[in-house]
Antibody, heavy 123, light 110 residues
Framework: QLQLQESGPGLVKSSETLSLTCTVS?????????WAWVRQPPGKGLDWIGTIYYSGGAHYKPSLKSRVTMSIDASKNQFYLELTSATAADTAVYYC????????????????WGPGTLVAVSS | HSVLTQPPSVSGAPGQSVTISCTGGNTNIGAGYTVHWYQQVPGAAPRLLIY???NRPSGVPDRFSGSKSGTSASLAITGLQADDEGDYYC??????????FGGGTKLTVL
């Protein structure tokens, strides 16, 4: 069974780039078609950031598209999130997850998830 | 605001039933995309409860059920138990090629 673990700085300065890594264990990153990032600001709901295909293509939330880049390194069994020009509004728990079913993205669901990592953006 | 609309809170006494709605539009739920449901307790990652509108993963009690009609979906919980308390979220897909979550519903077991 796949397991995911987020890692990265817990504190980022405003206007700098927020960078996170998701490490996949229990199987190959090639075993799932899509990998995703979701965030949750303190006390608020879940916010879908984007998804990356195991082949490297990606879809991003339209309102974040200008600042987000996702990438994947199959040799390390890792995928990554970069969010540029960070502001306090980007302070959140960031989760990595996978769409583990072979269904098309439109009919797919996120499971499993990593435990999440809190990133605070300081002004 | 969230693309999918959920009631902020619902409550019920132990043993009773509650329903949580998730209302979207013609570019997401109404476009035929499937709806999935998650439970989240404080300090933990979301847990998958229902996938593909009405399917339960192994280990999820049959007290949880999902349905979908038109531009809306619902999660029903019967025989409420104290450990059902938490936040519940629906997830679907949008024609903007994005995943979309509901705003979340806080379930309180009285």
């Amino acid at each position: 069974q796949l397991q995911l673990q987020e890692s990265g700085p817990g504190l980022v300065k405003s206007s700098e780039t927020l960078s996170l890594t998701c490490t996949v264990s229990g199987g190959s990153i090639r075993s799932a078609y899509y990998w995703a990032w979701v965030r949750q600001p303190p006390g608020k709901g879940l916010d879908w950031i984007g998804t990356i295909y195991y082949s490297g293509g990606a879809h991003y939330k339209p309102s974040l598209k200008s600042r987000v880049t996702m990438s994947i390194d199959a040799s390390k069994n890792q995928f990554y999130l970069e969010l540029t020009s960070a502001t306090a509004a980007d302070t959140a728990v960031y989760y990595c997850a996978t769409y583990a079913s072979p269904h098309l993205l439109e009919y797919n669901w996120l499971d499993p998830w990593g435990p999440g990592t809190l990133v605070a953006v300081s002004s | 605001h969230s693309v999918l609309t959920q009631p902020p809170s619902v409550s019920g006494a132990p043993g009773q039933s509650v329903t949580i709605s998730c209302t979207g539009g013609n570019t997401n739920i109404g476009a035929g995309y499937t709806v999935h449901w998650y439970q989240q307790v404080p300090g933990a990652a979301p847990r998958l409860l229902i996938y593909g509108n009405n399917n339960r993963p192994s280990g999820v009690p049959d007290r949880f059920s999902g349905s979908k009609s038109g531009t809306s979906a619902s999660l029903a919980i019967t025989g409420l138990q104290a450990d059902d308390e938490g936040d519940y979220y629906c997830l679907s897909f949008d024609s903007t090629l994005s995943g979309v979550f509901g705003g979340g519903t806080k379930l309180t077991v009285l």
